[in-house]
């Protein structure tokens, strides 16, 4: 399968400044990368769906302005939480995917803690 | 869309004894079905997956889990288990184009001694 990195892996920010979250696909193309946020005790909730080199899908209730996510190659998604606020605190996490391939099933990456002051 | 349902949020057990985590999910159309565990602070890992073929599904650490479509089910069990198996464990389901999975709410494992 394939290795997915996150960096950073937690973050400490204030409110009212950007963070931007890289998720890496280390040995595999990634035609699909696919962002969620869990909060503490919750489940995963999709976020976002990217494809590479077009224009982030966002789930209903997901700011577009405020989550901006870029899928600049097969290998490289980052999601920018802009303007962070307190209740954007959240474990984040990404997954791949590439249609087409033998692996039909998401690849996970461990997740950034994202804590805003 | 899907959805899943898993039916305990929390179960307790002690060390060496079987358990079953039970899973429902609701779909219009054919899926694929996943358990994953999550350890404290870490991402998921994937425990065994249904795609197709034999309902009954073998994974690591000793679980496994049948596919009962009749029963819109996919529940998870392990003849055994270990402290170390104390976690959050998550069904989800997605589309056959893997492009909208949904999870579960999770079901938290604690093995006692």
């Known amino acids: 399968g394939a290795v997915v990195s996150q960096h950073p892996s937690r973050v400490i920010c204030k409110s009212g400044t950007s963070v931007k979250i890289e998720c890496r696909s280390l040995d595999f193309q990634a035609t699909t990368m696919f962002w969620y946020r869990q909060f503490p005790k919750q489940s995963l909730m999709l976020m976002a769906t990217?494809?590479?080199?077009?224009?982030?899908?966002?789930e209903q209730g997901v700011e577009k302005d405020k989550f901006l996510i870029n899928h600049a190659s097969l290998t490289l998604s980052t999601l920018t939480v802009t303007s962070a606020h307190p209740e954007d605190s959240s474990f984040y996490i990404c997954?791949?995917?590439?249609?087409?391939?033998?692996?039909?099933?998401?690849?996970f990456g461990p997740g950034t803690r994202l804590t805003v002051l | 869309a899907q959805s899943v349902t898993q039916l305990d949020s929390q179960v307790p057990v002690f060390e060496e004894a079987p358990v079953e985590l039970r899973c429902n999910y609701s779909s219009s159309v054919s899926v694929y079905l996943f358990w994953y565990v999550q350890y404290p602070n870490q991402g998921l890992q994937l425990l065994l997956k249904?795609?197709?073929?034999?309902?009954l599904v073998k994974g690591i650490n000793g679980f496994e889990a049948e596919f009962n479509k009749s029963q819109t089910s996919f529940h998870l069990r392990k003849p055994s288990v270990h402290i170390s198996d104390t976690a959050e464990y998550f069904c989800?389901?997605?589309?056959?184009?893997?492009?909208?999975?949904?999870f579960g709410a999770g079901t938290r494992l604690t093995v006692k001694p």
């Open positions: 989800a389901v997605s589309d056959l184009n893997n492009n909208d999975m949904r």
């Open positions: 990217s494809n590479e080199g077009s224009k982030a899908t966002y």
């Open positions: 997954s791949v995917f590439s249609s087409g391939t033998y692996y039909n099933e998401q690849f």
């Open positions: 249904y795609l197709s073929g034999s309902t």
